[in-house]
C-alpha cells in the first residue's frame, strides 16, 4: 500500500489521498454547477485547463485547509475563549493595522466585534492570500 505524505510531516495511504481529492473535487465542480463526471472528461480529454487545473484544484483546497488548521490552532492555543478584553484587544490590533474603513465596521467600538474575532481574522488571511494572487499576476 503507499503512502502519501501531508503537511506537518503525517502521512494519507492511497485510499485516504484518494477520497480527499475526489471530496475537493466534487465539492468545486459543485460550486460550479457540474459533477464528477465533468472533471473526469475535463482530466481526461484535456478540456478546460484539463488534468493541469484538477491538480491545482486539489493543491489550492490542501493549501486552504492546511491555512485553515493552523490559523485555528493557532487561535485555540494563544487565546482564551472566554476572556473578552483578549478579544477586544484583539479587534483593536486587527483595525489599527489595516485600513478598514469607518463606512464598514464602527472602529471606535471593537467591543462590539470581539465576539466575531476569528471571522476577521479568517477575512484578513482571505484579503492577503487575495492580494498575493493579485501580485503573483503582474
Known sequence: MKIYSVSGGGTLSHPEAA?????????????????????????????????REILDIIMERLKDEAIERHVRDVLDRYVAPTNFDEKVSIVKEIFLRTAISSKYVDINRPERY?????????GLVDNI?????KLRRL
Do not use: C, F, P, S
Not at 475526489?22 to 488534468?51: C, F
Not at 466575531?116 to 481574522?121: H, R
Not at 492570500?129 to 494572487?133: G, L
Open 19 to 51: 477520497g480527499r481529492a475526489k471530496e475537493i473535487i466534487d465539492r468545486e465542480y459543485r460550486k460550479k454547477g457540474q459533477d464528477k463526471l465533468n472533471a473526469y472528461v475535463d482530466g481526461k480529454e484535456g478540456t478546460n485547463g484539463g488534468m
Open 114 to 122: 470581539a465576539n466575531n474575532y476569528e471571522e476577521l481574522i479568517r
Open 129 to 133: 492570500k487575495a492580494q498575493a494572487a
